[in-house]
């Protein structure tokens, strides 16, 4: 019975001490891995030496350069249609100059009608001044006439009033007062007193109407 027991001891011993070798060359090879994988890196990261070519680039695996499929050519009708296109488009390119070009020379007609029209009215506000003043200068001479035959005696002033014109009688006795007028016409001739009286009527009438208004 102690000798087996002896025996028992001896066999666990002996794989106890086959265990522990297993063990010990496991690690040696992984400990000599951790020492050669830094060395590696080394000399793959090495500086390059002064002077000498850079390394090539390694070509890339066959199975990672993609050939990009060639295009098919054009057929005539799509030739046709893109020259249709971009002859299209050099039409509309050259009918928007036009329009530039027409629209810049509107634009100038315009302004130099607007200029053109500012100068006539500036010419006919003048004329209009020039007017007034002249029909202002004419009234004053035509009151100071009337005047004169005012103060005279009715009979001397019809006697003078029978030769003169009718235009000037007309305007005479337009800017007299009506009392003044009547012992003048009722001294003069008949016939001329009749004929002043017309005319006078007529020559009030137009300037009492709408047209001689506005104007």
């Keep these: 019975m102690k000798k087996y027991s002896t025996l028992s001891t001896l066999h666990l011993v002996s794989a106890s001490v086959l265990a522990m070798a297993a063990l010990l060359g496991v690690k040696s090879n992984q400990l000599v891995r951790e020492l050669l994988v830094p060395v590696a890196h080394a000399e793959t990261a090495a500086p390059a030496t002064p002077g000498a070519p850079p390394p090539s680039p390694s070509p890339p695996p066959v199975s990672a350069v993609v050939c990009p499929p060639a295009a098919a050519p054009a057929s005539d009708e799509e030739k046709q249609l893109l020259q ?4 299209r488009k050099r039409a509309l390119d050259q009918r ?4 530039s ?6 634009a100038s007609a315009e302004k130099r ?8 009215k500036g010419l ?5 001044k020039l007017q007034d003043a002249s029909t202002q200068r004419d009234d004053a001479n035509w009151q100071g006439l009337v005047a004169v035959y005012q103060t ?20 005479i006795f337009n800017r007299m007062t009506d009392r ?3 012992l003048i016409l009722s001294a003069m001739d ?9 005319e006078l009527a007529k020559m009030r009438a137009a300037q009492n109407s709408p047209t001689a208004s506005n104007s």
């Design 96 to 99: 928007d100059q036009s329009l």
């Design 113 to 120: 009608l607007d200029d053109r029209v500012q100068e006539l």
């Design 84 to 87: 249709d296109l971009r002859g």
């Design 124 to 128: 006919q506000d003048n004329l209009q």
């Design 101 to 106: 070009i027409r629209e810049a020379a509107l």
């Design 152 to 171: 005279m005696k009715p009979a001397a002033a019809a006697t003078i009033m029978d030769t003169l014109d009718m235009p000037v009688l007309l305007q």
């Design 190 to 198: 008949p016939d001329r007193a009749r004929l002043v009286t017309v």
């Design 180 to 182: 003044k007028a009547a």
